[in-house]
């Protein structure tokens, strides 16, 4: 069975090369936001530990402004829907 | 008989049961379930597989499909939550594989993706999906639904 990863890894961690426009900007932006919602989240659920009043409360704003954030993004980069969708030929639909 | 995740102690044999204050760890505890975590972005695997070992899910990671593939056939997991865009074998790919499968194909699917085309979300419950949600999502919503897809279907 394969380990859950137990740290992060910078160099395996970049999801967006800042020399490259990515390919589809609300997927690239949606990664490292959701890694600062989940982390956040354990936070402020103390399963990392227990927290003071105050610095759950902060967290609270850290996840309420970040769910803002993903939202603003959605309506800034969401692309056109396609008019058309190719099926890739490996692939047999259900 | 009391049965626990194999890698924790037993709470209530130490009476520290009543001092837990996370929502998913007291009704869900015994769970013996294994959940497959199918996802390239570390950090989001490694806070997916804490928040579900929280809620008492045995957990499996795969950083690419194709190793997801080989721990479907391996582990058969209870559930797995599937990122689309993966190294070495995609999402759909492995979705395809899968359902070659008759015992594999059975095995409920929810799918966690930063994708953004609308297509996607069609193409994945055609496939079988049961769950599909997109990043960021909270990981509560996720633990719930992978307790409300095993309890209920």
């Given at each position: 069975m394969s380990p859950c990863s137990s740290g992060v890894n910078p160099a395996k961690s970049a999801v967006v090369d800042s020399n490259q426009e990515p390919a589809d900007p609300l997927h690239a932006a949606r990664k490292p936001l959701a890694a600062?919602?989940?982390?956040?989240?354990?936070?402020?659920?103390?399963?990392?530990?227990?927290?003071?009043?105050?610095?759950?409360?902060?967290?609270?704003?850290?996840?309420?402004?970040?769910?803002?954030?993903?939202?603003?993004?959605?309506?800034?980069?969401?692309?056109?829907?396609?008019?058309?969708?190719?099926q890739p030929e490996w692939e047999d639909e259900p | 008989m009391i049965?626990?995740?194999?890698?924790?102690?037993?709470?209530?044999?130490?009476?520290?049961?009543?001092?837990?204050?996370?929502?998913?760890?007291?009704?869900?505890?015994q769970r013996l379930e294994t959940v497959l975590v199918v996802e390239d972005q570390l950090e989001l695997q490694r806070a997916l597989s804490v928040?579900?070992?929280?809620?008492?899910?045995?957990?499996?990671?795969?950083?690419?499909?194709?190793?997801?593939?080989?721990?479907?056939i391996s582990i058969e997991p209870d559930l797995i939550i599937l990122d689309l865009d993966l190294p070495r074998l995609k999402g759909f790919k492995l979705l395809h594989r899968l359902s070659l499968e008759s015992h594999l194909?059975?095995?409920?699917?929810?799918?966690?993706?930063?994708?953004?085309?609308?297509?996607?979300?069609?193409?994945?419950l055609k496939w079988g999906v049961k769950r599909y949600l997109r990043k960021p999502t909270s990981l509560r919503k996720v633990t719930n639904e992978a307790i409300q897809l095993l309890s209920h279907g």
């Open positions: 600062i919602v989940a982390f956040a989240e354990l936070l402020h659920d103390e399963l990392a530990g227990p927290l003071v009043p105050l610095q759950k409360e902060h967290l609270g704003v850290i996840l309420e402004r970040a769910d803002e954030l993903g939202d603003l993004l959605v309506g800034l980069l969401s692309p056109v829907a396609p008019t058309e969708t190719k | 049965v626990t995740n194999k890698n924790k102690p037993d709470l209530r044999v130490h009476g520290l049961l009543e001092l837990l204050e996370v929502e998913e760890s007291l009704p869900n505890y928040r579900l070992e929280a809620a008492g899910f045995e957990v499996v990671c795969a950083s690419d499909g194709l190793s997801a593939l080989q721990s479907v194909s059975e095995v409920p699917t929810m799918v966690l993706t930063g994708s953004s085309n609308p297509e996607d979300e069609f193409r994945a």
